[in-house]
Protein backbone atom coordinates (compact mmCIF):
# COMPACT_ATOMS: atom_id res chain seq x y z
CA UNK A 1 0.00 0.00 0.00
CA UNK A 2 2.87 2.04 0.33
CA UNK A 3 5.40 3.05 -2.26
CA UNK A 4 8.67 4.50 -2.71
CA UNK A 5 9.01 8.16 -2.93
CA UNK A 6 5.52 8.91 -1.90
CA UNK A 7 5.43 12.03 -0.03
CA UNK A 8 3.27 11.81 3.18
CA UNK A 9 0.51 13.02 3.63
CA UNK A 10 -0.21 16.28 5.51
CA UNK A 11 -0.73 15.57 8.82
CA UNK A 12 0.87 11.95 8.81
CA UNK A 13 3.30 11.25 11.86
CA UNK A 14 5.77 8.61 11.57
CA UNK A 15 5.73 5.31 13.44
CA UNK A 16 7.59 4.60 16.89
CA UNK A 17 10.61 3.14 16.50
CA UNK A 18 8.90 -0.05 18.00
CA UNK A 19 6.46 -0.34 15.57
CA UNK A 20 8.64 -1.66 12.67
CA UNK A 21 8.35 -5.24 11.87
CA UNK A 22 11.82 -7.33 11.58
CA UNK A 23 10.20 -9.70 9.40
CA UNK A 24 8.63 -7.19 6.93
CA UNK A 25 10.52 -4.02 6.80
CA UNK A 26 9.02 -0.92 6.19
CA UNK A 27 10.44 1.70 4.48
CA UNK A 28 11.52 4.55 6.86
CA UNK A 29 10.07 7.15 4.93
CA UNK A 30 6.62 5.46 4.83
CA UNK A 31 4.38 7.36 7.40
CA UNK A 32 1.24 6.63 9.30
CA UNK A 33 -1.80 8.64 9.41
CA UNK A 34 -2.62 10.35 13.14
CA UNK A 35 -5.95 8.10 14.34
CA UNK A 36 -8.58 11.07 14.37
CA UNK A 37 -10.42 9.98 17.75
CA UNK A 38 -7.49 10.16 19.38
CA UNK A 39 -6.77 13.57 18.24
CA UNK A 40 -10.54 14.65 19.50
CA UNK A 41 -10.28 13.17 22.41
CA UNK A 42 -7.21 15.36 23.41
CA UNK A 43 -9.28 18.28 22.52
CA UNK A 44 -12.77 16.77 24.03
CA UNK A 45 -14.62 18.61 27.36
CA UNK A 46 -14.98 17.28 30.53
CA UNK A 47 -18.15 17.06 31.86
CA UNK A 48 -17.66 19.78 34.67
CA UNK A 49 -16.52 21.82 31.53
CA UNK A 50 -20.09 20.91 29.68
CA UNK A 51 -22.09 22.14 32.61
CA UNK A 52 -20.56 25.27 32.84
CA UNK A 53 -20.94 26.18 29.01
CA UNK A 54 -24.83 24.85 29.23
CA UNK A 55 -24.94 27.60 32.59
CA UNK A 56 -23.41 29.83 30.58
CA UNK A 57 -25.82 29.66 27.41
CA UNK A 58 -28.80 29.23 29.89
CA UNK A 59 -27.91 32.20 31.48
CA UNK A 60 -27.49 34.20 28.71
CA UNK A 61 -30.89 32.75 26.89
CA UNK A 62 -32.68 34.08 30.29
CA UNK A 63 -31.06 37.39 29.95
CA UNK A 64 -32.14 37.93 26.43
CA UNK A 65 -35.43 36.31 27.19
CA UNK A 66 -35.54 39.02 30.43
CA UNK A 67 -34.40 41.82 28.45
CA UNK A 68 -36.94 41.07 25.97
CA UNK A 69 -39.33 40.91 28.14
CA UNK A 70 -38.45 44.12 29.60
CA UNK A 71 -38.74 45.73 26.36
CA UNK A 72 -42.38 44.10 25.90
CA UNK A 73 -43.48 45.28 29.28
CA UNK A 74 -42.42 48.74 29.08
CA UNK A 75 -43.64 48.84 25.48
CA UNK A 76 -47.20 47.87 27.11
CA UNK A 77 -46.95 49.75 29.48
CA UNK A 78 -46.39 52.78 27.09
CA UNK A 79 -49.56 51.90 24.74
CA UNK A 80 -51.43 51.19 27.87
CA UNK A 81 -50.98 55.23 29.22
CA UNK A 82 -51.11 56.29 25.74
CA UNK A 83 -54.71 54.19 25.16
CA UNK A 84 -55.80 55.46 28.62
CA UNK A 85 -54.93 59.13 27.75
CA UNK A 86 -56.70 59.02 25.05
CA UNK A 87 -59.51 57.36 27.01
CA UNK A 88 -59.67 60.29 29.40
CA UNK A 89 -59.20 62.57 27.01
CA UNK A 90 -62.27 61.40 25.12
CA UNK A 91 -64.60 60.91 28.33
CA UNK A 92 -63.43 64.42 29.65
CA UNK A 93 -64.42 65.99 26.27
CA UNK A 94 -67.49 64.01 26.13
CA UNK A 95 -68.71 64.94 30.09
CA UNK A 96 -67.53 68.49 28.66
CA UNK A 97 -69.91 68.59 25.84
CA UNK A 98 -72.79 67.15 27.72
CA UNK A 99 -72.29 69.81 30.63
CA UNK A 100 -72.01 72.43 27.93
CA UNK A 101 -74.82 71.21 26.38
CA UNK A 102 -77.06 71.20 30.02
CA UNK A 103 -75.87 74.23 30.91
CA UNK A 104 -77.03 75.83 27.57
CA UNK A 105 -80.34 73.76 28.37
CA UNK A 106 -80.68 75.37 31.41
CA UNK A 107 -80.03 78.55 30.27
CA UNK A 108 -82.30 78.68 27.58
CA UNK A 109 -84.93 76.84 29.41
CA UNK A 110 -84.25 79.82 32.47
CA UNK A 111 -85.16 82.18 29.95
CA UNK A 112 -88.19 81.01 28.96
CA UNK A 113 -89.28 80.57 32.86
CA UNK A 114 -88.14 84.25 33.08
CA UNK A 115 -90.00 85.53 29.92
CA UNK A 116 -92.41 83.57 30.60
CA UNK A 117 -93.07 84.69 34.16
CA UNK A 118 -92.20 88.54 32.95
CA UNK A 119 -94.74 88.09 29.86
CA UNK A 120 -97.74 86.52 31.85
CA UNK A 121 -96.78 89.64 34.81
CA UNK A 122 -97.19 92.40 32.00
CA UNK A 123 -100.44 90.65 31.15
CA UNK A 124 -101.87 90.86 34.21
CA UNK A 125 -100.51 94.18 34.81
CA UNK A 126 -101.72 96.03 31.30
CA UNK A 127 -105.01 93.60 31.96
CA UNK A 128 -105.45 95.31 35.33
CA UNK A 129 -104.92 98.92 33.76
CA UNK A 130 -107.28 98.15 30.80
CA UNK A 131 -109.87 97.10 33.74
CA UNK A 132 -109.36 100.00 35.59
CA UNK A 133 -109.37 102.00 32.25
CA UNK A 134 -113.07 100.95 31.29
CA UNK A 135 -114.32 101.44 34.53
CA UNK A 136 -113.12 104.98 33.85
CA UNK A 137 -115.20 105.12 30.91
CA UNK A 138 -117.48 103.18 32.31
CA UNK A 139 -118.19 105.52 35.26
CA UNK A 140 -118.31 108.58 32.58
CA UNK A 141 -121.08 106.76 30.10
CA UNK A 142 -123.11 106.77 34.06
CA UNK A 143 -122.37 110.43 34.43
CA UNK A 144 -123.05 111.56 30.35
CA UNK A 145 -126.81 112.23 30.92
CA UNK A 146 -125.67 114.32 33.70
CA UNK A 147 -124.21 116.37 30.88
CA UNK A 148 -127.53 117.74 29.98
CA UNK A 149 -129.03 118.96 33.28
CA UNK A 150 -127.53 122.30 33.00
CA UNK A 151 -129.76 123.38 30.21
CA UNK A 152 -126.86 126.42 29.12
CA UNK A 153 -123.95 124.56 29.60
CA UNK A 154 -125.30 121.86 27.42
CA UNK A 155 -126.65 124.43 24.56
CA UNK A 156 -122.99 125.43 24.53
CA UNK A 157 -121.87 122.21 24.44
CA UNK A 158 -124.04 121.67 21.67
CA UNK A 159 -123.18 124.82 19.78
CA UNK A 160 -119.54 123.17 19.71
CA UNK A 161 -120.60 119.74 18.20
CA UNK A 162 -123.22 121.57 15.69
CA UNK A 163 -120.18 124.28 14.35
CA UNK A 164 -118.05 120.86 14.40
CA UNK A 165 -119.92 119.28 11.69
CA UNK A 166 -121.14 122.34 9.69
CA UNK A 167 -117.07 122.60 9.20
CA UNK A 168 -116.46 119.00 8.04
CA UNK A 169 -119.60 118.97 5.74
CA UNK A 170 -119.28 122.71 4.36
CA UNK A 171 -122.53 122.50 2.98
CA UNK A 172 -125.58 125.29 2.79
CA UNK A 173 -128.04 122.88 4.53
CA UNK A 174 -127.81 120.04 6.99
CA UNK A 175 -130.14 118.50 9.56
CA UNK A 176 -129.62 117.49 13.00
CA UNK A 177 -131.17 114.30 14.58
CA UNK A 178 -131.72 114.83 18.42
CA UNK A 179 -133.82 114.09 20.87
CA UNK A 180 -137.33 115.18 21.08
CA UNK A 181 -137.18 116.77 24.23
CA UNK A 182 -134.19 118.38 23.19
CA UNK A 183 -135.49 120.22 20.23
CA UNK A 184 -135.67 123.04 21.83
CA UNK A 185 -132.12 123.75 23.40
CA UNK A 186 -130.52 122.17 20.17
CA UNK A 187 -132.78 124.88 17.62
CA UNK A 188 -131.06 127.64 20.07
CA UNK A 189 -127.41 125.94 19.41
CA UNK A 190 -127.75 125.32 15.76
CA UNK A 191 -128.95 129.38 15.30
CA UNK A 192 -125.93 129.95 17.02
CA UNK A 193 -123.33 127.49 15.35
CA UNK A 194 -124.91 129.13 11.85
CA UNK A 195 -124.17 132.87 12.90
CA UNK A 196 -120.79 131.72 14.27
CA UNK A 197 -120.05 129.85 10.53
CA UNK A 198 -121.43 132.58 8.67
CA UNK A 199 -119.01 134.96 10.61
CA UNK A 200 -115.38 132.53 9.86
CA UNK A 201 -116.50 131.26 6.93
CA UNK A 202 -118.11 134.06 5.18
CA UNK A 203 -121.54 131.27 3.78
CA UNK A 204 -124.78 131.09 4.87
CA UNK A 205 -126.11 127.84 5.94
CA UNK A 206 -129.36 126.72 6.61
CA UNK A 207 -129.74 124.52 9.87
CA UNK A 208 -132.80 122.41 10.42
CA UNK A 209 -134.05 119.94 13.04
CA UNK A 210 -135.07 116.24 11.39
CA UNK A 211 -138.56 115.04 12.69
CA UNK A 212 -138.13 112.25 11.01
CA UNK A 213 -135.32 110.09 13.09
CA UNK A 214 -134.78 111.38 15.78
CA UNK A 215 -132.20 110.14 18.57
CA UNK A 216 -133.65 107.70 20.82
CA UNK A 217 -135.00 108.94 24.64
CA UNK A 218 -132.09 107.08 26.33
CA UNK A 219 -129.76 108.78 24.65
CA UNK A 220 -127.21 110.65 27.12
CA UNK A 221 -127.57 113.34 24.56
CA UNK A 222 -125.59 115.79 21.70
CA UNK A 223 -126.53 115.53 17.69
CA UNK A 224 -125.82 113.67 14.27
CA UNK A 225 -125.20 115.94 11.60
CA UNK A 226 -126.87 114.80 8.45
CA UNK A 227 -125.24 116.20 4.95
CA UNK A 228 -125.08 115.38 1.10
CA UNK A 229 -129.07 115.01 0.85
CA UNK A 230 -129.35 112.43 3.46
CA UNK A 231 -125.92 110.12 2.55
CA UNK A 232 -123.40 111.63 5.00
CA UNK A 233 -123.51 111.86 8.65
CA UNK A 234 -121.31 113.16 11.26
CA UNK A 235 -122.38 111.38 14.49
CA UNK A 236 -121.40 113.58 17.65
CA UNK A 237 -123.99 112.39 20.42
CA UNK A 238 -122.32 112.01 23.65
CA UNK A 239 -121.71 108.35 23.54
CA UNK A 240 -119.90 108.61 19.75
CA UNK A 241 -117.57 111.46 21.62
CA UNK A 242 -116.83 108.53 24.75
CA UNK A 243 -116.07 105.75 22.38
CA UNK A 244 -113.47 108.20 20.11
CA UNK A 245 -112.56 109.45 23.49
CA UNK A 246 -111.47 105.99 24.50
CA UNK A 247 -109.29 105.83 21.63
CA UNK A 248 -107.56 109.28 21.31
CA UNK A 249 -107.88 110.27 25.33
CA UNK A 250 -107.15 106.76 26.70
CA UNK A 251 -103.00 107.35 25.96
CA UNK A 252 -103.21 110.49 27.90
CA UNK A 253 -105.33 108.74 30.53
CA UNK A 254 -102.94 106.31 30.85
CA UNK A 255 -99.97 108.67 31.12
CA UNK A 256 -101.91 110.46 33.94
CA UNK A 257 -102.99 107.31 36.02
CA UNK A 258 -100.18 105.17 35.74
CA UNK A 259 -96.78 107.37 34.47
CA UNK A 260 -94.66 107.88 31.50
CA UNK A 261 -94.02 104.10 29.83
CA UNK A 262 -90.31 103.42 29.99
CA UNK A 263 -90.50 100.94 26.91
CA UNK A 264 -92.37 103.68 24.46
CA UNK A 265 -90.02 106.19 22.67
CA UNK A 266 -92.66 108.22 20.74
CA UNK A 267 -95.98 109.92 21.70
CA UNK A 268 -98.74 111.42 19.76
Known sequence: ???????????????????????????????????????????????????????????????????????????????????????????TDSIDSQYDKKFKQATMSQQITRSTVANKTRLKVLGARQELLDDIFEEAEKQLADGAKDKAKYQKILVGLVLEGLYALNEKQVALRARKKDQDVVKKAADEAAKTYKKEVGVDVDVKISDESPLPENSAGGVVIVGGGGKIDINNTFEARLELLKTSAAPAVRQSLFGKNPNRKFYD
Not at 14 to 26: F, G, M, R, S, T
Not at 45 to 62: G, P, Y
Open 1 to 91: MTAAGLRPPVGAVPPPPDAYDPIYPVNPSIVVLADPIAIMSQHALSDQQVDNELRKMTAFIKQEAMEKAREIEIKANEEFEIEKSKLVRQE
